[in-house]
């Protein structure tokens, strides 16, 4: 009888234990965040939506790249730890080969604001400062 018991406790936990684990896997997986985020700089900070550039199309890929500069795919992003290798300024800062590119004000202009100057289909995103950039 006491056999038969300890059978059916190890039965259970090993159904909670595949549980946990396929609950862990999804909660890893990195996903662009919903909210707005606030970009903080050293005296500035810029506001800056996922949903609202990927509503009108725009692929992970053309903002998060790797170390050699290739685009990164929303699979490979998911497949991440954590987000610290999709922060811009852990590369593009003082120690960043090319010089043009070690501030992340230079990083972020070239990229936010080219885009929002050319468009994407027609509509143009805010150049203005205050158009990105909130009070710290
Ligand atoms: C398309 C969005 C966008 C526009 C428009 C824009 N910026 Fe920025 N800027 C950013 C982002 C993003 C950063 C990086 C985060 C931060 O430092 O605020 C940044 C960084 C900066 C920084 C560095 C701030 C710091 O504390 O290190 C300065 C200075 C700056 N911008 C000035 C300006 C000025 C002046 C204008 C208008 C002529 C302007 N920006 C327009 C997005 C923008
Ligand atoms: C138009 C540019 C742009 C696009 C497109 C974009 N992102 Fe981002 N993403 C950013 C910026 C900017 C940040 C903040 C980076 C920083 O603070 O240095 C960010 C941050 C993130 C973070 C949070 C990192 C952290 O730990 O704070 C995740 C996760 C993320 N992006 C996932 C995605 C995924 C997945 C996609 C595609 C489905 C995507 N992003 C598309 C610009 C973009
Ligand atoms: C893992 C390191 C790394 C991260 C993180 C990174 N970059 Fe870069 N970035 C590079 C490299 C390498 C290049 C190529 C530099 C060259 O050609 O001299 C580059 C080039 C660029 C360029 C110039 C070429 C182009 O594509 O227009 C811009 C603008 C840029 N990055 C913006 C960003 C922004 C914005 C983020 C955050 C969303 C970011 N980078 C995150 C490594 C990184
Ligand atoms: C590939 C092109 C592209 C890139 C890169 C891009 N944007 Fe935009 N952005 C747009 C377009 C187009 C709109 C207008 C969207 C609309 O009207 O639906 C927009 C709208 C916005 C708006 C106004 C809408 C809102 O959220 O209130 C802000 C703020 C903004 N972008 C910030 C940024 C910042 C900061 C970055 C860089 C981290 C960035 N964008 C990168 C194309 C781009």
Known sequence: MKRIWSMAVLIVSATWLFAGISVGAEAT?????????????????????????????????????????????????EAMDTGEQLLCASCHNKDFANSKLQTPKAAFHARCKECHKQGVDGKQGPTKCTGCHVKK
């Open 29 to 77: 997986g990195l996903k662009a965040p919903e909210a707005e985020i606030i970009i903080a700089g050293e005296k500035k900070s810029a506001r800056f939506s996922h949903p609202v550039h990927l509503n009108i199309g725009v692929d992970c890929g053309q903002c998060h790249h790797d170390s050699n500069h290739q685009p990164l795919t929303d699979k490979n992003i």
